[in-house]
C-alpha cells in the first residue's frame, strides 16, 4: 500500500514538472568560456573597492608605487603575503595591494555580480 501511494505521488511530481516547463519560453544555456580560470577551484579574484588603489612592489606601505586600480575592477590573485603578523597584502600581475582596499572572491561570476551591485549603488 506504501509502494502504491509513493508511486502516484512521484508520478503527479513528475507530472507537475512536465507541465509547468513552456518549451517557448526556455532560454537556451550559454557556457561563457572568455574567462577559463573563473570557477577554478584553486583561484581566488578581487574586486577593488575604494575610489583607488595604487599598486607596490613590495608587500608593504613603503615600497615604491607601480600602477593604479579603480573602484570595480576585478584582478585575477596570484599570491598573498601576511606582513608583521597583521597587514594582509595580494599578489596580482600589476603588484601588491593591501587587503583594506579590495574584496575576495572564490570565482568570478561572484566577482563580477559584486562590481554590478557596487556600481548601482554609486549611482
Not at 580560470?37 to 612592489?57: C, E, G, I, K
Not at 579603480?70 to 597587514?87: A, H, M, P, T, W
Request: proline share 4%.
Amino acid at each position: 500500500m506504501k509502494r502504491k501511494h509513493f508511486f502516484i505521488a512521484a508520478a503527479g511530481i513528475l507530472f507537475l514538472i512536465l507541465s509547468s516547463c513552456n518549451k517557448s519560453n526556455d532560454m537556451p544555456i550559454t557556457l561563457d568560456n572568455s574567462e577559463p580560470l573563473a570557477l577554478a577551484p584553486d583561484v581566488s579574484w578581487a574586486v577593488v573597492n575604494v575610489s583607488y588603489a595604487v599598486f607596490r612592489t613590495k608587500p608593504e606601505w613603503s615600497a615604491e608605487s607601480r600602477e593604479n586600480s579603480r573602484k570595480g575592477e576585478i584582478l585575477q590573485v596570484k599570491g598573498n603575503f601576511l606582513n608583521n603578523g597583521k597587514d594582509i597584502w595580494y599578489l596580482f600581475d600589476k603588484g601588491w595591494l593591501p587587503a583594506e582596499s579590495i574584496t575576495i572572491y572564490n570565482n568570478r561570476y561572484k566577482a563580477v555580480n559584486a562590481v554590478k551591485k557596487l556600481m548601482e549603488n554609486n549611482n
